[in-house]
């Protein structure tokens, strides 16, 4: 069970919005002169019209899930943006989306704001969950509510004609006011059209409340929705059951019940894709348990996607083969082949009767999961994968009970890991990589590594060892996110290093290990306000300590392969024992004794500054960008007359 503890934040009202300006000491224009911009793009010729069409659409309904989060992580995007003078700090603070340096520790920058909330919007400014019967009422920590202080107020008329229909004070919706949004009322109660879940606290009289996502976010979410539907309309004939995901989606936003159509989205093999909805914890750094709206609009590589299939049918024989006790590794029963019709459209997965999990919908279980690994170009990032360090690769669903039955997607996201690639890791390795070592830094190695990160997630253990009903995730909360990054990129590595023993992988392990390392230096830099940066700082300190790899007094890398071989498995075992054990006092000590930068590091890290080598990346994007602003004009010629 979680422990709660009595958490406060400081939180300094803003001022006028209007009156927005950069700190005077805060190095501004540098920080955003570290952001490289690079174009997202693909080969629009590829596409038929009605895919053009459809990708359109998603565009639009990507850009919605970008507002919402602005709302969730501070204000509406408009109002954060629209009284700002200097251009620079406008820029800043649209990348960071919001006040604080996303790459640098969530430092403010702007006057008179304060630390960044560990509960952004999710929760009331002080929230004491042992104040009110938090065991009852799960919604507190539901992954798609917003908490907020209730004020019961009674609406005026209430016992005369019944209850009044809702009315929501002016701009008071939570996120699209003030930085804090004000309390909840009673006006919005349950019952009343509005899903307000009143929350009494011990003494009796409700303090708190909790209310939807697709509820509070309405506006955007129905643009939302209309939009996924037309790229619906526009896709029917061509991909009838990319179509049926798009729809079945669209009315997950409305329920908040995401189950049915990430289902769906695991047997897509479609051309165009749109991962889109909230989706990641990482923002909630209090709890942990709520998601943020993002989407990410994909262009499928039909040719890598083959190569891939290769690998996950693997994935069983690899979790065997971990060098860890075997309670730590529970087999991975091996994936189906996937059946298609004469369309090339994915058979219905064999009924093998309902999965039986509490809270869990009575969905038919197939015979094994269908995993997918799958290679995209990203035309558009939206909200929270565009926030801070721009994500290259990503495994979906985060629900444990759908990854053990129905498995993952890990996808790949190809044009922007070779921006990132050509960018970073390349002249990262020139300042830090041993000159005799650098031949060996490759895209190939890097893809791979990224890739198998990836695969990663899927391998170790997801529940307790001693208790099955409580995931690793549960017994870690906040901490977990870090310690299941880190799992992935040794896990991954170890995956590499078999396969390439196996004499599936080309290449020599070179390639794969130094552009490992270089690519650590790469993560840290992220800094120790996100789960990577932390999992990074963690590798490097361990391989540093082993001699995996060593720092000579110019301040060069070298790695040692034997020796990175060992370190590799030691940590890999040493992470899934943590997490197979739920050992959260662990998983504090290595935090607090590996999760962080040492003198020499900080040193090397500055000459990373002083080269000018970008932190991260900025994009640009949308449908003007891809040269398809007609398109969507037609449509809505087409649809709307
Ligand atoms: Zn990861």
């Not at 955003?32 to 565009?59: G, P, R």
Request: aromatic content about 10%.
């Amino acid at each position: 069970m979680k422990k709660f503890v009595l958490v406060g934040c400081m939180i300094s009202v803003l001022g006028s919005l209007a009156a927005q300006k950069p700190k005077s000491d805060y190095p501004i224009a540098q920080r955003l002169a570290s952001y490289k911009s690079f174009t997202l793009t693909t080969d629009t010729l590829a596409l038929t019209a009605a895919e053009k069409t459809c990708l359109v659409h998603l565009i639009k309904a990507a850009e919605q899930a970008d507002r919402i989060f602005w709302k969730q992580t501070y204000m509406d995007k408009e109002k954060a943006l629209g009284g700002i003078k200097n251009d620079t700090l406008k820029r800043f603070m649209e990348l960071n989306y919001g006040p604080w340096d996303r790459l640098n520790n969530n430092e403010s920058f702007v006057k008179g704001v304060g630390e960044k909330p560990l509960g952004v919007n999710f929760y009331p400014p002080v929230f004491d969950p042992s104040t009110v019967d938090s065991i009852f009422y799960p919604e507190l920590f539901s992954p798609y509510t917003v908490v907020r202080p209730f004020n019961p107020q009674m609406p005026k008329g209430e016992g005369q004609d019944g209850p009044k229909e809702p009315k929501k004070p002016e701009g008071q919706e939570p996120g699209n006011g003030d930085m804090m949004p004000p309390d909840f009322q009673l006006q919005g109660a349950a019952g009343a059209g509005f899903d307000l879940q009143p929350i009494p606290s011990k003494s009796g009289t409700a303090s708190m409340a909790t209310q939807r996502f697709g509820t509070v976010y309405q506006k955007e979410v129905f643009k939302m929705v209309d939009e996924m539907n037309r790229a619906a309309e526009a896709i029917q004939e061509e991909d009838p059951n990319f179509a049926m995901y798009l729809r079945e989606r669209a009315g997950a936003m409305m329920s908040d019940d995401y189950i049915h159509s990430d289902v769906r989205w695991l047997e897509q093999r479609s051309h165009l894709d749109i991962i889109i909805g909230p989706i990641e914890n990482y923002e909630d750094k209090l709890y942990g348990a709520k998601t943020s709206y993002e989407a990410y609009v994909l262009i499928r590589d039909l040719e890598w996607g083959k190569k891939l299939d290769k690998f996950v049918a693997m994935l069983p024989e690899l979790q065997a083969g971990i060098p860890v006790e075997a309670a730590y590794k529970p087999a991975i029963a091996s994936a189906p082949e996937p059946k298609f019709d004469e369309m090339g459209n994915p058979m219905p997965v064999e009924d093998l009767g309902p999965i039986e999990k509490p809270g869990f919908p009575p969905i038919p279980r197939p015979a094994a999961p269908m995993s997918q690994l799958a290679v995209f170009d990203v035309v558009y990032y939206g909200g929270d994968c565009n926030a801070g360090s721009k994500t290259i690769a990503v495994n979906l669903p985060n629900d444990e009970t759908l990854q053990t039955y129905f498995g993952t997607r890990r996808s790949q996201l190809k044009n922007a890991m070779q921006a990132k690639f050509d960018n970073m890791v390349v002249p990262i390795s020139k300042e830090l990589i041993n000159p005799k070592q650098r031949k060996y830094i490759d895209f190939n190695g890097f893809f791979s590594n990224v890739m198998f990160h990836e695969v990663a997630h899927g391998l170790g253990v997801k529940n307790l060892v001693t208790d099955s009903s409580i995931t690793c995730r549960e017994a870690l909360g906040a901490n977990y996110s870090a310690i299941e990054e880190c799992k992935a990129d040794v896990l991954g590595l170890y995956m590499v290093t078999q396969l390439w023993d196996k004499k599936e992988l080309e290449g020599s392990l070179e390639n794969y290990y130094i552009t490992f390392v270089a690519s650590v230096f790469r993560s840290v830099r992220f800094g120790a306000a996100s789960a990577h940066g932390k999992a990074n700082m963690i590798t490097f300190n361990t391989l540093m300590k082993a001699g995996a790899v060593t720092r000579d007094d110019k301040g060069f890398y070298t790695v040692n392969m034997q020796a990175m071989r060992k370190a590799i498995d030691a940590l890999a075992a040493e992470l899934l024992r943590l997490q197979g054990d739920g050992n959260a006092a662990g998983v504090e000590a290595m935090l607090s004794g590996r999760a962080q930068v040492g003198t020499s590091l900080q040193q090397d890290l500055a000459r990373l500054e002083k080269a000018n080598i970008p932190v991260d990346l900025v994009f640009d994007q949308g449908i003007e960008t891809l040269g398809l602003g007609h398109y969507y004009q037609e449509s809505n010629m087409q649809q709307r007359p």
